[in-house]
C-alpha cells in the first residue's frame, strides 16, 4: 500500500466566514440560526458544537490578518479571504514544505499557537484562506 502524502486531509479541523461586518454576522448565524457560539477576546465567536466540523467560527478580519501578518490591516496586496477552512494532517511541516514545492504562497509557516495547534496558512484558488493544521485537542486519545 502507497503512503499518503504529507498533504492528506484527515478531517476539516473549522471552517466559518472571514467577518467584515460583525452586526450582520452575529445577526445571522447567533440571532438567526441560533448557533450556540462562545466568544473569546476582541469578537471571536466559536462553537465546537454543531455536526460536520470540528469548530465552526466567525472570524474578524482584523484576527485573521493579526494570525498571517502579525497587523490589524489585511494588506492590499493579498486577496481578502471571505471564508477559512483548515484541515488536519499527519506532520504539518512535511505538508507545508509540499504546499511551498508545488507553488503556494505561505503566509504561515509551522506555527505554534498557544492552544497547542500547529499551522501553516495560503489563500487557496477560490479565495478560501487554507490552513494545514495538527490539532492535538481533536485527535482521538490512544
Known sequence: MEKP????ALFIAGFGPI????RASRDLYCRTLAIPFRE??????????????????LWPLSQ?????FG????????????AW???????????TAELESRGYRLLVRNRQEPWGQ?????????GLLVGITFTPTMRAAG
Open 64 to 68: 485573521a490578518a493579526q494570525s498571517c
Open 118 to 126: 500547529t499551522v501553516s496558512r495560503f489563500i487557496g484558488p477560490e
Open 19 to 22: 467577518v467584515q461586518d460583525a
Open 71 to 82: 497587523a490589524e490591516e489585511w494588506p492590499g496586496d493579498v486577496p481578502i479571504p471571505q
Open 85 to 95: 477552512i483548515e484541515f488536519d494532517v499527519e506532520r504539518v511541516e512535511a505538508a
Open 5 to 8: 502524502l504529507a498533504t492528506t
Open 40 to 57: 473569546e477576546h476582541g469578537g471571536y465567536l466559536h462553537t465546537e458544537r454543531l455536526a460536520g466540523a470540528n469548530t465552526f467560527a
